[in-house]
């Protein structure tokens, strides 16, 4: 059967709807679903009809700006869906959280816990600079994907989209296989200086109670969609790199001198955005050769060779 005109389908598409029949399937197979485990599918599949209707408004509309918003809004509908999504499957294989064990690791590596040591440097104004870093992340997201757009070609910016949908969706599979609750549910009771600051640090605790659930911890996310937005920025625009480089590098320490991850989330999460960097080339390649092969007519790709 053939496309619809206009439908665009790219990478970073098949990543999303991988997701969400991830989790339907999961859902039917685990032996403790969730109470609302039928709405919860039909959520899912009302979210794909959502994305192939955008896909489709992508595709046939006109004017360069009209497609960047487009696409833009669609790619961060779905990273804000997904993550929600692992938040009741993260037991679902290993029943306890894996956090003492990582305490144990840190001990024995550092001879201290690092998310508890680093409290004794923390004042006021580094505490409002690292929770400004770590919020910061969030408009990062849509400034680079501008850059890349209208600097360097829809192409950069599909690149750009395409290594965080992987990123994203192998954080998430690893929320499963190795759970972890994180230190402020874990180890709160260590904590002896308060996170201090002013207007970034209010919106950073925000982010914390109203929008982040226990768990999602290992590998950090953030640190994993920072070094693919540095990376990014290095390779297609330079100037944007160098501008970014401090607010990247503050989001590492902000994670866990702020609370949110374990040291170990923040290695493990830069590990995996260079690892997808990394890979995805080859991917993307694949792909467009792929794509460009059966966009010829017939008996044109026998004739080329």
Known sequence: MSRPDGLRFRPPDAVFFLALLFFCVLMLLTDNPPADAGPRILRNLAVGLVLLGALFLDGTASGRAAKF???????????????????????????????????????????????????????????????????????????????????????????????????????????????VAGPLYWIADQYTVPLKGSVFTAAGEIIRTRFQEIGSSIPSPHCANATIMALTAFRFHRPTFFVISPIIVSIYVSAFACRFHYLSDVVLGIAVGAATIAAVPGVLRAWNARAEGSALPPGARERAQ
């Open 69 to 179: 918003w487009i696409r833009l809004i669609t790619a961060q509908m779905m990273f804000a869906f997904i993550f929600p999504l692992v938040t009741p499957f993260q037991l679902i294989l290993d029943k306890t959280w894996n956090d003492p064990a990582v305490l144990a690791f840190e001990q024995a590596a550092f001879g201290v816990q690092p998310t508890v040591w680093v409290q004794k440097f923390l004042s006021p104004a580094l505490t409002e600079w690292l929770m400004f870093s770590y919020v910061a992340y969030l408009p990062l997201y849509p400034i680079i994907c501008a850059v890349l757009y209208f600097k360097r070609g829809e192409r950069a910016m599909e690149d750009y989209i395409f290594a965080l949908a992987v990123a994203n969706f192998a954080c998430v599979v690893c929320f499963i296989l190795f759970p």
